[in-house]
Each structure stands twice: as structure tokens, then as C-alpha cells.
């Protein structure tokens, strides 16, 4: 039953058991089960609930790392299938991503890459910990079409401000779209710091950088 592996995922990343995530993730493509909805219904729930419980002061630090490791392993045996579903090759443009400076949460981030690249999109990981004028070089470098920046915390939030400063300085801002996103980005915060976009997860980011870039779907 797809609804049992959904809980049992769920429960893998709460437990913070690498090995049982990875064998359901297993499971989840032996049975036909798309690898999105595997990350999705299985296991996103799961590191929500290990973040209201590390809130709440019922789980430790050591507990988010235990899930996030989980993650990542379900993560890794899911990504070839996830890629591989994206279907046509031709390059629909190039993004530049990144987690801002002081912020290390790179699941969300590498989710909304992996997506994108299904997509089609070529992309530049700058990977976590990025400082502003990174992104902008970085765009510059490879001419690039769209900017996204993560931030996890509301603390490195402001950052996504620095970024959208940083490529406007470096004279890029006529070319480049910036899009935003982690869990404290609404479109209201991308409004106010003049960013392009905003986008609660991996597969409206792909329908945000087509829109942004005139691609009809
Ligand atoms: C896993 C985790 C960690 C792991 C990260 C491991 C890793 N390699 O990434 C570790 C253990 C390292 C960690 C550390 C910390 N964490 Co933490 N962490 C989490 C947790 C549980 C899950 C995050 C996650 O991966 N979610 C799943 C992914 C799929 O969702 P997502 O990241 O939101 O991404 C989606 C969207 O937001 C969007 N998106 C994301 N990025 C982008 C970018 C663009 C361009 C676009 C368009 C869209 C987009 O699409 C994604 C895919 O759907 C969250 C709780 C939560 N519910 O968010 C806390 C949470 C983010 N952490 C928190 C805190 C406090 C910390 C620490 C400060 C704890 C500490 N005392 O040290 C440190 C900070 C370290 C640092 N400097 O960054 C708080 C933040 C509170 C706040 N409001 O600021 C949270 C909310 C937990 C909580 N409820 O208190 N954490």
C-alpha cells in the first residue's frame, strides 16, 4: 500500500534511520511509486515534523541531523530516477543557486536544482554558505537567465536582500531574474526586496523560471 510506504518514509526521517530510507526509497521504485511523491508525501512530511518537534524543544539538534542524513540518502537513490522522468533535453535556460551566506540548509535548495535540471535548465550549484556577490559573479561568468537563493533561517533572509543589491551593482539586473524561496519567503518578502519570484517548492519552481523566462510549458 502506498499510503503505508508514505507513513513508514515519514517515519524513517523522524527516526533519523538512513538505512530504512534508503530501503524504502528502494521499494518506492521497484513498485512504481514517482520518486516525487516519494520525496513529497514521504519524506518532506517527516523533516516537518522533526522541525515543529525541534520547535517545541522535544528534539535536539543532533535529531534534525540524524533526519536530514536520512534525507539524503532516500534522496540520493531517488535522484536518477527523478532526473531521468524529466524527459526533453534541450537547455531551457541557465540558473545560478544557492543557500545565502550563514545558512547551511541545502535539502530544499539541491531539491529545487534537481527539478529544474529535470526540466531541462543547466544549473550552477554555488552550494551553501554563499556570500552575495558570489551569486553575482557566478552569474555574470556563465551568462546567466535566472538567480534563486535559498534561505532556511530568518536570520540569513535578509541575504536574498544582499543578492538582488549585489547583482544590480554588478550591472546584471536587466538580464538576470532572481528567485527566492525557503520556508520563511512568501511572495510578499520577494515583493519588498524586488526580486522576480517567489516559490513554496521544487516543482512550482520549474512553472516560476518558465513563466519568468516566456517558456510555455
Ligand atoms: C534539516 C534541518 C537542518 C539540518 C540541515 C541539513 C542540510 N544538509 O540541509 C541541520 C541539522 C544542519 C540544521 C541546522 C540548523 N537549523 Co535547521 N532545520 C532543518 C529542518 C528540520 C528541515 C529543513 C528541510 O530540509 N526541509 C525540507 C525541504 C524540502 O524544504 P525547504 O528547505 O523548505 O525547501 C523547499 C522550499 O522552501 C523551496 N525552496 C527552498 N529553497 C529554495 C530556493 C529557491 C530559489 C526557490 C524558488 C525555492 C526554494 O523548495 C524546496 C523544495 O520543496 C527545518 C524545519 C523545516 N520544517 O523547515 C529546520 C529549521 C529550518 N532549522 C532551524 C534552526 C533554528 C537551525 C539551527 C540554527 C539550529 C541550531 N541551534 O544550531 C541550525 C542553523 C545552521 C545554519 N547556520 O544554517 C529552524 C529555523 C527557525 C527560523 N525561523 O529561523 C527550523 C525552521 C526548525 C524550527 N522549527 O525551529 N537544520
Not at 541531523?65 to 531551457?92: C, D, H, N
Amino acid at each position: 500500500m502506498t499510503a503505508e510506504l508514505f507513513t513508514a518514509m515519514r517515519q524513517s526521517i523522524v527516526d533519523g534511520e538512513a538505512g530504512a530510507a534508503g530501503d524504502l526509497a528502494r521499494q518506492a521504485l521497484a513498485t512504481g511509486v514517482s520518486p516525487l511523491d516519494a520525496i513529497e508525501r514521504g519524506y518532506v512530511p517527516g523533516l516537518t515534523a522533526v522541525g515543529e518537534a525541534f520547535s517545541a524543544g522535544d528534539m535536539f539538534l543532533p535529531d534534525m541531523m540524524l533526519a536530514a542524513r536520512a534525507m539524503k540518502a532516500a534522496v540520493e537513490i531517488l535522484e536518477p530516477a527523478l532526473k531521468a522522468s524529466g524527459g526533453q533535453r534541450q537547455i531551457a535556460g541557465r540558473v545560478v543557486i544557492g543557500t545565502i551566506k550563514g545558512d547551511i540548509h541545502e535539502i530544499g535548495k539541491n531539491m529545487v536544482a534537481m527539478m529544474l535540471a529535470s526540466a531541462g535548465f543547466e544549473i550552477h550549484d554555488l552550494g551553501v554558505d554563499v556570500p552575495a556577490e558570489r551569486f553575482a559573479e557566478k552569474a555574470a561568468e556563465v551568462d546567466a537567465d535566472i538567480v534563486g537563493v535559498s534561505a532556511l533561517l530568518t536570520t540569513t533572509m535578509a541575504g536574498q536582500r544582499n543578492v538582488v543589491q549585489a547583482i544590480v551593482a554588478a550591472g546584471l539586473r536587466s538580464r538576470v531574474k532572481i528567485i527566492v524561496g525557503g520556508a520563511p519567503a512568501t511572495q510578499g518578502w520577494a515583493d519588498e526586496i524586488g526580486a522576480d519570484g517567489y516559490s513554496e517548492d521544487g516543482v512550482a519552481s520549474v512553472a516560476l523560471a518558465r513563466q519568468l523566462l516566456g517558456i510555455s510549458a
